[in-house]
T-cell receptor, first 115, second 113 residues
Framework: DAGITQSPRHKVTETGTPVTLRCHQT?????MYWYRQDPGHGLRLIHY???????DKGEVSDGYSVSRSKTEDFLLTLESATSSQTSVYFC??????????????FGPGTRLTVL | QKEVEQNSGPLSVPEGAIASLNCTYS??????FFWYRQYSGKSPELIMS????GDKEDGRFTAQLNKASQYVSLLIRDSQPSDSATYLC?????????????FGKGTTLSVSS
């Protein structure tokens, strides 16, 4: 357990509504990530953050925005949800392990259904 | 396009056998390699990391890396029904922004008792 929580854990929403998912960490890690996991596609990076107010896009960033105003919180927003954004969303943190290399650890996930 | 390839399975082995999971990657400059285990409905759990050519053992798990062949594998000895899960291979390619992972689609392992 890397001290990562995600909220909500489950959400059902309607097409066109805005949705914000929250990732919270308690261990002051600099790097945070949002991935989505879909059958047949595996885990894909949406956005990541390398510090407060420092974010960048990943492979599948269209339709998503992020914000990080505090070290401990990384928010993922779907401005206008679409059915193609129905997925399981995982937050992750990374830190430098004793090996000297970065290792990533995942939160429990949020299952989002867009009707 | 940086890619990580895995056989989707399912890979079925009897209890007590050795399970062998394989992964290839496209970016020759990759330096960090990981195996995650994911139970149905749960999040990925890091079980092995490997950074240099050769074998790395941790309990019943052995990761093997061959950078020349761009190949990484995971061996599970004395497989148990509790090992039944999807195993995800992940790589950090060279010059990867934010050290983000590139994942394979996963191999489903089923261990029968």
């Amino acid at each position: 357990d890397a001290g990562i929580t995600q909220s909500p854990r489950h959400k059902v929403t309607e097409t066109g509504t805005p949705v914000t998912l929250r990732c919270h960490q308690t261990e002051n890690h600099r790097y945070m990530y949002w991935y989505r996991q879909d059958p047949g596609h595996g885990l894909r990076l949406i956005h990541y953050s390398y510090g407060v107010k420092d974010t960048d896009k990943g492979e599948v960033s269209d339709g998503y925005s992020v914000s990080r105003s505090k070290t401990e919180d990384f928010l993922l927003t779907l401005e206008s949800a679409t059915s193609s954004q129905t997925s399981v969303y995982f937050c992750a943190i990374s830190y430098t392990a004793a090996t000297g290399y970065n290792e990533q650890f995942f939160g429990p996930g949020t299952r989002l259904t867009v009707l | 396009q940086k890619e990580v390839e895995q056989n989707s399975g399912p890979l079925s082995v009897p209890e007590g056998a050795i399970a062998s999971l394989n992964c290839t990657y496209s970016d020759r400059g990759s330096q960090s390699f990981f195996w995650y285990r994911q139970y149905s409905g749960k999040s990925p759990e890091l079980i092995m990391s490997i950074y240099s050519n050769g074998d790395k053992e941790d309990g019943r798990f052995t990761a093997q890396l061959n950078k020349a062949s761009q190949y990484v594998s995971l061996l599970i000895r004395d497989s148990q029904p509790s090992d039944s899960a999807t195993y995800l291979c992940a790589v950090i390619p060279a010059n990867q922004a934010g050290t983000a992972l590139i994942f394979g689609k996963g191999t489903t392992l089923s261990v029968s008792s």
